[in-house]
Nanobody, 122 residues
Framework: QVQLVESGGGSVQAGGSLRLSCGTS????????IGWFRQAPGKEREGVAA??????YYADSVKGRFTISQDNAKNMVYLQMNNLKPEDTAMYYC?????????????????WGQGTQVTVSS
């Protein structure tokens, strides 16, 4: 079993920053990556960023603006989001991603957190 708890969402103006945190527990080491996904109303859930070992992965839409990192001693994964845009508005989820594909694929996620809302106003 894996437990994932997100925090740090909120409302910001365009150009602002937020840092999301994901507290992890359980057998996270048995999974390929810990990733951040998001889902906006009426849209499919999409992978935003993921980290597995020393490797990081980013969706093209967030490259250069978002940074994923982890603190293994604290069992935390972070998503630093800078230069936020209104199109970044979504519910953000932390997830344990299984093997057999890209770490940004939502269809191979084994565990999801409850989500944290990010709203960016223009």
């Amino acid at each position: 079993q894996v437990q994932l708890v997100e925090s740090g969402g909120g409302s910001v103006q365009a150009g602002g920053s937020l840092r999301l945190s994901c507290g992890t527990s359980g057998y996270t080491y048995s999974y390929n990556c810990i990733g951040w996904f998001r889902q906006a109303p009426g849209k499919e859930r999409e992978g935003v960023a993921a980290i597995g070992g020393v490797s990081t992965y980013y969706a093209d839409s967030v490259k250069g603006r978002f940074t994923i990192s982890q603190d293994n001693a604290k069992n935390m994964v972070y998503l630093q989001m800078n230069n936020l845009k209104p199109e970044d508005t979504a519910m953000y989820y932390c997830a344990a991603v299984g093997w057999g594909g890209s770490c940004l694929r939502p269809d191979i996620v084994h565990y999801w957190g409850q989500g944290t809302q990010v709203t960016v106003s223009s």
